[in-house]
């Protein structure tokens, strides 16, 4: 048993010994085998390196040799650069020189012939001073032999001359002015025609026709009764505060309100549409929103007038006056709104007053101030431009403005240009159709008219009326109608329309030939 675990124990030790052995002998050909691959790598590196580096090496010694290749050649490039320019410069040198030389040869040649000018000249001068010698002993004799014949001497004889001469030139003279001033009238005229019409050319306002009535609309019928009231308590309530005449008729949905004064009626409008949509309809209720909508309406008319102000580019306008052009929108005059119609005669006057030289500032402030006499209350008697005269002089208005609203109707004297140019915009702003005693519709009807009328010739393609009927335009077909005969249509036009119809002022017929040829690329 114990000679078994010896053995096994032997054998174990043996094992051990020959596996040791083994490992050793293995680790260490393995070793060699590094050594001898690591020294062959190593000699591989050493010469990949080499070869590395004579690559390059050749590489760069390519790169410097194209770079000097190169550098040679933008050095020749610039040699030759430079040599052409030299031979140019010396090209142009060449030829400044030729054309020095031209030049003074021909400064050369026109010496000489200075010379020989000169040489003429004098000649020509000693020819001259003998025949002045010669002419003025000839003058001499001939006024011995005229005072011989005249028996006047030659002192006697110029003063007779000159009593002739100065009397001929008085006449010429005092024809030559009738014609001037004959012709500064006529150019003063047509000036003033231009101005004129430039003036109204440049402004467009709008007119209204003003009527006596405005509608209230209302939801339903119902509300007729509540405006009546019970034994008609609301409406005689509602006339008694507002001065204007209530009619509630079989007009379906619709009361109508009848007053001359258009702030009243349009307190009343407002008044009535109020208590509409409020429901609330009383005697004391009445009283009240009258009150408040005509507190409100003297602020607006406040802000009216401000408004008007800034739109005409004035100012230092005292406050009472700025209220009197706010009161302005609800007056009217000949069926036109006043205050319309005196921003367009302030817009004319100031237009006329620049072309002419004068301050436009006072122009449009006269222009818009003329008719401020009618928003004075109508139990002061007077004409409105004397009440508008007192008015504006109260409150330290300009002398010019002063005396402009006073004279634009003759009740004073006109003591600047400025009142005639107020007198005439305010003409021209009445005279205009469409802005007083005309109907829209006759206004419009005459229009149709004048354009029927100038149509009806033959060889007429199209007619405008333009300028609210001051000018109609003629467009005739270029076909039918050449220059000669459109000159001769447009004063046949004319004639017809003078014989024909009736119509404020002047009307200017224009006839326009075009014509157009086309042509198309393809």
Do not use: C
Not at 30 to 41: D, F, M, T
Not at 81 to 100: D, V
Not at 130 to 150: G, P, S, T, Y
Not at 218 to 237: F, S, V
Request: glycine share 4%; aromatic share 4%; net charge negative.
């Amino acid at each position: 048993m114990q000679l078994d675990l010896l053995m096994v124990i032997l054998i174990v030790l043996v094992v051990a010994f020959f596996a040791f052995y083994l490992g050793w002998f293995i680790n260490s050909k393995i070793g060699k085998n590094s050594l001898v691959n690591a020294k062959e790598k190593a000699e591989k590196i050493i010469d990949d390196a080499e070869k590395e580096s004579k690559h390059i090496k050749r590489e760069k010694l390519l790169e410097v040799k194209d770079e000097w290749l190169k550098k040679k050649q933008e050095f020749d490039n610039d040699v030759n650069t430079k040599k052409q320019k030299l031979q140019n410069h010396e090209k142009q040198l060449e030829s400044r020189e030729e054309n020095l030389e031209k030049k003074y040869d021909l400064v050369t040649q026109k010496e000489k012939t200075n010379k020989e000018a000169e040489k003429l000249i004098a000649q020509q001068k000693e020819e001259v001073e003998r025949k002045i010698f010669e002419l003025d002993k000839l003058i001499a004799e001939q006024n011995v032999r005229l005072e011989k014949i005249a028996g006047l001497t030659s002192e006697e004889a110029k003063k007779m001359l000159m009593e002739n001469m100065i009397s001929k030139a008085k006449s010429d003279a005092s024809q030559s002015i009738k014609e001037i001033r004959d012709q500064a009238k006529n150019d003063a005229k047509k000036e003033a025609q231009r101005v004129i019409i430039q003036a109204i050319q440049r402004t467009a306002v709008d007119h209204s026709v003003e009527s006596t009535v405005s509608v209230v609309q209302i939801q339903n019928d119902e509300m007729k009764g509540r405006i009546i009231g019970r034994e008609g308590r609301n409406i005689r309530a509602f006339e008694a505060a507002t001065g204007v005449d209530v009619i509630v008729d079989d007009t379906p949905e619709a009361v109508i309100l009848s007053a001359f004064d258009q702030f009243r009626r349009e307190v009343a409008r407002i008044s009535l549409e109020r208590l509409i949509a409020d429901g609330r309809i009383h005697p004391a209720r009445i009283e009240e929103i009258v009150t408040k909508v005509q507190e409100e309406l003297d602020e607006e008319i406040q802000k009216e007038g401000e408004n008007t102000l800034i739109q005409l580019g004035l100012h230092g306008v005292n406050i009472e006056l700025v209220k009197h052009i706010g009161k302005m929108k609800y007056r009217s005059s000949y069926g036109q709104n006043l205050l319309q119609h005196s921003i367009e005669v302030a817009y004319l006057t100031g237009i006329m007053a620049a072309e002419l030289g004068f301050d436009t500032t006072l122009a449009k402030k006269a222009g818009l101030m003329h008719d401020i006499g009618k928003t004075i209350d109508k139990d002061v008697e007077g004409p409105h431009a004397l009440l508008g005269y007192e008015l504006t002089k109260k409150y330290n208005e300009h002398p010019i403005v002063v005396n402009a609203v006073g004279s634009h109707h003759e009740d004073i004297e006109m003591e600047h240009p400025i009142a005639a140019l107020v007198q005439a915009a305010d003409a021209i702003s009445g005279a205009r159709p469409g802005a007083r005693r005309e109907p829209l519709e006759s206004y419009v009807k005459r229009l149709e008219n004048l354009e029927a009328l100038a149509k009806s010739f033959e060889g007429v393609a199209k007619t405008y009326a333009i300028q609210a009927g001051r000018e109609v335009r003629v467009v005739v077909e270029p076909d039918k109608i050449d220059d000669t005969v459109a000159d001769r249509l447009s004063y046949e036009i004319a004639q017809k329309i003078q014989e024909e119809m009736e119509y404020p002022g002047q009307i200017k017929v224009m006839v326009i030939r075009e014509v157009r040829k086309i042509q198309y690329a393809k």
